[in-house]
């Protein structure tokens, strides 16, 4: 099984924060979707011998997108690929493109997931991150979506500047009142060369308090279990039955296709990823060209995506599948790097078992580690 990402670089306005690539001018749309076409196309190879099991469309702004130039991509998708009967098909959406309209015909598409970018429900907190929607839009496209989608997920920040814990929690609150299934969570970070960064620099915004942002997680953790959700990896919550499969696969090593610029893909034990500029890709798509850089993983690349992808879910590192794909030497590595971080209580052996229903120890991470675990996971990586 795999997944088509299907990058659509373009957003009404960039957020602060943001350092995905995208573009603001829609000049280069018509002949953008057209490449998108012919990629899908040229990569029909490479994945022939692949079952396509989700479809995600990201960005930028997906629903930008008119629903007959979404058709036209998933018509492509199903020409060329072999999909499964009920694929999961998510479209990204910013609040003030979902209308009434564009949710009724949206509902009568192939797309069956919504991830809808809400981040805050709070007027003033959208301003700050420069967000093209407004609070109300927010609250009244999720009135209207959860009439006709059952499958729904929003984003919401935390470890905003001066957020209260009050503030944050009335965020929560909104959010289980619509009945969403599905949460995406993430601190704000100052990634660099962003508006964001800038502002902190000079002294515009203040610096990012790692304080306040582990205690809104922690409110996270606990408010979200109390409401039926299951904390299945460090960013997401989600019911039962309502887990994102098309990120799962990235986190369980499953091959997927990226499709547009800037795009990623991985198979083979290789990463591929498309050129970072519209125009380029553009070009290279038409001339017949795929615009990418690849690289082939080695063993220890492998290894070290497997601890930072494992350890961010509930399913953790499984320590016979470290030693039958990688050998003794690097299960010995493991369990000599973890021993502190288990005795600090940040990383546990648990004794599970599979799918087979047969015995198997996997290393997770602790509720305390949780928040740490990026640079945990980073001190067990072979060098």
């Known amino acids: ?112 997931r919504l991830s809808i970018g809400i981040q805050s429900f709070f007027e003033d907190d959208l301003k700050t991150m420069n967000r093209a929607h407004n609070a109300n839009e927010a609250k009244a496209c999720l009135e209207e979506a959860t009439r006709y989608f059952d499958n729904i997920t929003i984003d919401l920040i935390y470890g905003i500047p001066n957020m209260s814990l009050e503030k944050w929690n009335a965020n929560l609150e909104q959010a289980f009142q619509f009945g969403v299934n599905h949460i995406s969570s993430y601190a704000l970070t100052i990634e660099p060369k962003t508006a964001l960064a800038t502002f902190v620099q000079k002294v515009v915004f203040p610096p990012i308090d790692e304080d306040l942002a582990l ?34 696969s990235y986190w369980q090593g499953k091959p997927y296709l990226g499709i547009g610029p800037s795009a990623h893909s991985f198979f083979d034990n290789k990463r591929f990823w498309n050129v970072s500029n519209n125009t380029k890709y553009i070009a290279g798509i038409e001339n017949g060209v795929l615009p990418n850089t690849s690289e082939n993983l080695s063993q220890e690349d492998r290894f070290n995506e497997y601890m930072m992808t494992g350890l961010r879910t509930i399913w953790g590192v499984a320590l016979n599948r470290v030693e039958t794909e990688f050998g003794v030497d690097f299960l010995m590595h493991l369990k000599k790097q973890s021993k502190n971080f288990i005795k600090e209580g940040l990383l546990v052996v648990s004794n599970d078992v599979n799918e087979l229903n047969k015995p198997i120890q996997r290393l997770k991470a602790t509720q305390k580690g949780k928040f740490l675990i990026d640079g945990i996971a980073s001190e067990l990586f072979m060098i």
């Open 1 to 112: 099984m795999a997944g088509i990402y299907i990058h659509i670089p373009f957003c009404k306005q960039a957020c602060f924060y943001c350092d995905f690539h995208f573009s603001t001018s829609l000049k280069k749309k018509d002949e953008l979707i057209l490449a998108l076409v012919k990629e899908l196309e040229i990569q029909q190879k490479v994945f022939q011998n692949e079952t396509i099991e989700t479809i995600y469309f990201g960005g930028g702004t997906p629903s930008l997108l008119s629903n007959d130039e979404l058709q036209l991509l998933i018509e492509t998708v199903y020409k060329n690929y072999t999909v499964i009967k009920q694929p999961e098909i998510t479209l990204e959406a910013n609040p003030d493109d979902l209308t009434k309209n564009s949710i009724q015909e949206l509902a009568k598409s192939p797309i069956n």
């Open 215 to 248: 205690a809104h997680f922690n409110h996270l953790v606990k408010r979200t279990e109390a409401a039926g959700f299951v904390h299945y990896e460090i960013s997401n919550f989600g019911k039962p039955q309502y887990f994102s499969k098309h990120n799962t």
